[in-house]
């Protein structure tokens, strides 16, 4: 026969386990954050990329009483900046917004140094952004039947430029010259920002990249928006068409910011920047100004943003043997 007491001291010493858990997970939220941020930025300063991750980091920083310091980390296909927060301490103080080529890195890459969903904890989809093939304004085109024939009677003689390697703006156009059969360069950049300076300049002639970047410059007339890649128009750009609208069907491409945190994460701090992310872009004012921009805004939770990752992996991993890119 069990003795009563050795049962009622299992039970004790069990609720005491039980409370001691529930207690260091309430002091570390009300912990959190004990000090200053690091929000890992993987573009230059000035890209939609960057631009979106500055809004949301100054808002969170009101939130949570901390400040949030914005870091870029360019280069490398974004492996360094993705390395970098999977390297960080697992306790929430870096997170970083990480977009596309992470989920592309995978098929394309060798060796990465680390892995692209044991390493990291998805907390938030900031936001999808439909892509827009701009152009020089000396290329005589306004529509993508018209691009399409001018490209195809100048092979290899126009230059796009790539706000980064295997972002969807690299892949789109990838894509592009696969359904429609033409033969544009290459140009690579470190970043939107300097893509769209060349490009007004004249020294790249098109580009597909995300709306925030280029829309004053369609305005001023100092660039020509030709069409957008996602499935529905953009928000920010509602009279210009799609790729599908414009004679390309199956054309559906689009980017992605996310927030990312390290693996590993305490459950409790990932649920609070899970929440204060997804609150700060569902915003009514942010949101409008983000749609203003032709971003459309997400907010989703970690479960719901891990699950978007798995199924990009799938899709883009699909478009990157589709356009013939190969492990390097």
Not at 180 to 191: E, R, S
Request: hydrophobic letters at 45%; charged letters at 20%.
């Amino acid at each position: 026969m069990r003795n009563p007491f050795c049962r009622t001291a299992l039970f004790a010493a069990s609720a005491l386990a039980l409370s001691g858990l529930f207690i260091a997970q309430s002091a570390s939220a009300q912990a959190f954050p004990s000090r200053p941020m690091r929000w890992i930025v993987a573009v230059p300063p000035g890209s939609t990329n960057d631009l979106i991750s500055r809004l949301v980091a100054q808002r969170l920083a009101e939130s949570v009483g901390q400040p949030v310091l914005v870091d870029n980390r360019p280069g490398g296909a974004f492996v360094i900046a993705s390395d970098i927060i999977a390297r960080a301490a697992p306790d929430g103080h870096t997170v970083g917004t990480l977009l596309t080529p992470h989920v592309v890195n995978p098929f394309v890459m060798k060796d990465l140094p680390y892995d692209t969903l044991r390493d990291f904890t998805p907390v938030s989809n900031m936001a999808i952004v439909p892509g827009v093939l701009t152009v020089h304004p000396s290329v005589p085109a306004s529509t993508l039947k018209e691009f399409i024939a001018y490209a195809k009677s100048r092979p290899g003689a126009l230059n796009y430029g790539v706000p980064g390697q295997l972002t969807s703006g690299h892949l789109s156009v990838e894509m592009l010259k696969v359904m429609a059969g033409i033969d544009v360069t290459y140009i690579p950049y470190k970043g939107g920002a300097p893509a769209i300076a060349d490009l007004i300049a004249g020294q790249i002639q098109l580009l597909i990249s995300g709306p925030p970047g280029v829309l004053q410059h369609i305005k001023t007339g100092r660039l020509k928006a030709i069409a957008t890649t996602a499935a529905k128009r953009s928000p920010g750009m509602p009279d210009t068409p799609t790729f599908a609208e414009s004679g390309l069907p199956k054309y559906d491409t689009y980017e992605w910011y996310g927030v990312f945190a390290p693996a590993r994460i305490p459950k409790d701090v990932l649920d609070r920047l899970g929440r204060e992310v997804a609150r700060i872009v569902k915003s009514p004012d942010l949101a409008e100004r983000l749609g203003a921009q032709g971003a459309i805004p997400v907010g989703d939770t970690p479960a719901e943003f891990d699950a978007f990752i798995r199924r990009e992996m799938q899709v883009w991993g699909k478009i990157a043997k589709q356009v013939g890119l190969k492990p390097n």
